[in-house]
């Protein structure tokens, strides 16, 4: 059974930095796609950034230039830099795993619980 644990969210304050990271167990296979995905109250969930098992990533508009998502080598911790934090980053943020599919407007199959992040201004 795969888990993932995310750990690494806290407050911080507009234009602050953030470093979510996500320990992954019980892998089967070398070719899962790894993501970050967030919800904000009142929101859909969005993906945020996905890097599949050659090392290639996807990230969402809202993002792109401030966040980088990577992975150590073993591939069991995963890892989303947040830098230039605005108030609309404040959400819920999940790391999941898919072996199918490594798009950001995908259902990934397996989730972790989520650790929040709250941007202040």
């Known amino acids: 059974q795969l888990q993932l644990v995310e750990s690494g969210g806290g407050s911080v304050q507009a234009g602050g930095s953030l470093t979510l990271s996500c320990e992954v167990s019980?892998?089967?296979?070398?070719?899962?796609?790894l993501g970050w995905f967030r919800q904000a109250p009142g929101k859909a969930r969005e993906g945020v950034a996905v890097?599949?098992?050659?090392?290639?990533?996807s990230y969402a508009d809202s993002v792109k230039g401030r966040f980088t998502i990577s992975k150590d080598n073993s591939g069991n911790i995963l890892f989303l830099q947040m830098n230039s934090l605005t108030t609309e980053d404040t959400a819920q943020y999940y790391c999941?795993?898919?072996?199918?599919?490594?798009?950001?407007?995908?259902?990934?199959?397996?989730w972790g619980q989520g650790t929040q992040v709250t941007v202040s201004s």
């Open positions: 019980g892998y089967t296979y070398s070719s899962y796609c």
């Open positions: 890097i599949d098992s050659a090392g290639g990533t």
């Open positions: 999941a795993a898919d072996r199918y599919a490594c798009v950001l407007d995908h259902i990934f199959q397996h």
